[in-house]
């Protein structure tokens, strides 16, 4: 009888995340092996370029205990709503759509000091209990890492397109980031490339690229592992400036070296999953 029980629960699970993800042409995980690799400025640019393609785009941001994403786009403040028992994404103009937790937390300051258990509760009710609607795109900015928060991730969202790595150019972050490939190749997820975020320094007064740490690491690890080189993201203050004041960079500064840079990577992201 419990057998069975479990059986209809599995069932029942299943046909919810079907019921949630089934009007979502594409979804592209975003992963890093480490922290501090930018992999939250990624996912909200690459989210908003998409967007200013006019394709319907949303955010799914499940880094419990680091929810960043709703600051890049100015909505921190905001609060998730339910209606008919599916949580509703917040919206940002024209065509982006946000899960994050930050909007469920009774200040901006709060910190998340749950288990684990509880934060895979968290992130189950955002992969099942969201009304996304039609989407072009689903970004998945996870949590850094390969532990078991982001193996419950992408066991329930085994239908995925793919994984984009973001790594910078240290011999560190490409160790992780290698780990970050197998953890793709294990879990049958495809990987779509990396991107080498934070590559070289771009003087605001020449232009003159100086390379903070190194350049072209990301290349090699993407050649080496045979995966996609998606391209380099330059340092500039405009890329960081603009994320804290709640607008990426390719809508605050479409000219800039690191907005064209995305660009590009959006286009080859497109091309690979379409």
Known sequence: ???????????????????????????????????????????????????????????????????????????????????????????????????????????????????????????????????????DYLIVDMPPGTGDEALSIVQLMPKADGMVIVTTPQDVALLDSRKSLRFGAETHIPIIGIIENMSGFVCPHCGEVTDIFKSGGGERAAKELNVQFLGKIPIEPGIVESGDSGMPAVLKYPDSASAKAINQIVDKIVKTVN
Not at 9 to 31: A, C, N, P, R
């Open 1 to 135: 009888m419990a057998g069975a029980l479990l059986t209809e629960d599995s069932i029942k699970e299943e046909t919810k995340i079907q019921e949630t993800l089934g009007k979502i042409k594409h979804i592209i995980i975003v992963m890093s092996g480490k922290g501090g690799v930018g992999k939250s400025t990624v996912s909200s640019n690459l989210a908003a370029a998409l967007a200013m393609q006019g394709n319907q785009t949303g955010i799914m941001d499940v880094d419990i205990t680091g929810p960043n994403i709703p600051k890049m786009f100015g909505v921190e403040d905001e609060k998730l709503h339910v209606l008919d028992e599916k949580l509703i994404p917040v919206m940002v103009p024209p065509s982006l759509k946000l899960i994050s937790m930050a909007f469920l937390l009774p200040d901006k300051d709060s910190p998340v000091m749950w288990r684990g258990p509880v934060k895979m509760g968290a992130i189950k009710q955002f992969i099942e209990d969201v009304n996304w609607g039609d989407l």
